[in-house]
Every structure is written in structure tokens, then in C-alpha cells.
């Protein structure tokens, strides 16, 4: 918020904010989005406690809208569920990564 906060006196300086607030906003997404699909191949494989079927939900809303695509004849196993949505997950990150990418663009 502070990058998006500060005051720029160059005519472009919005796109700059803005893009400034991607580029924020998807490093913490895809810090968010690493810890997520952390829990989720725990909880799914039993590394942390026993097998844990519902693991993987805090990913899958990470990786809406994405992962409204995945149902049970997309994801047969536990290992697939967690493929599918670490892949909207990663999805959502790329396209944050691109917003900011064409902001700093069309600033300059």
C-alpha cells in the first residue's frame, strides 16, 4: 500500500500506481497460493497428520475461478485434485504477474 500511496509528479504516475499494486499484490498471492498447496499435498498425503480428504479446499478457492472446473471425473484421485488446483492456482498468478507487466508497459 505504500508503493501505491506515494505521490509520483510524472503524467503516468496512476499506470505506475497501479502497477506497482499488481506487482504487490501478486507476490503475495503467489506466497499465499506456495502455502496453500503446502497445507493441501500435507493434508492430502498424510505427511502432517492422518490423510485429510478436504485439504485441499483452501487451494481450490484460491484458484476460482479456475477451479469451479474441477469435478470428480477431472480429478479421479487425491494426487490430480491437488495437480488441477495448484494449476489454477498458478493460472491466477500468471495472469496477476501479466497485469502488472502490461501497466508498467503502457506507463512508459
Do not use: K
Not at 499484490?25 to 505427511?47: P, Q, T
Amino acid at each position: 500500500m505504500t508503493l501505491a500511496m506515494h505521490s509520483m509528479p510524472e503524467p503516468s504516475a496512476g499506470r505506475e500506481r497501479a502497477s506497482r499494486v499488481f506487482a504487490v499484490a501478486g507476490i503475495l498471492y503467489s506466497l499465499i497460493a506456495l502455502i496453500s498447496g503446502g497445507v493441501a499435498a500435507m493434508g492430502l498425503f498424510g505427511f502432517a497428520s492422518p490423510i485429510d480428504p478436504v485439504a485441499v479446499e483452501p487451494a481450490q478457492l484460491l484458484g476460482l475461478p479456475w477451479s469451479l472446473a474441477i469435478n470428480s471425473a477431472n480429478a479421479a484421485t487425491p494426487t490430480m485434485l491437488l495437480l488441477l488446483s495448484c494449476g489454477a492456482m498458478a493460472i491466477n498468478a500468471v495472469l496477476i504477474g501479466l497485469a502488472a507487466r502490461l501497466m508498467r508497459t503502457a506507463a512508459r
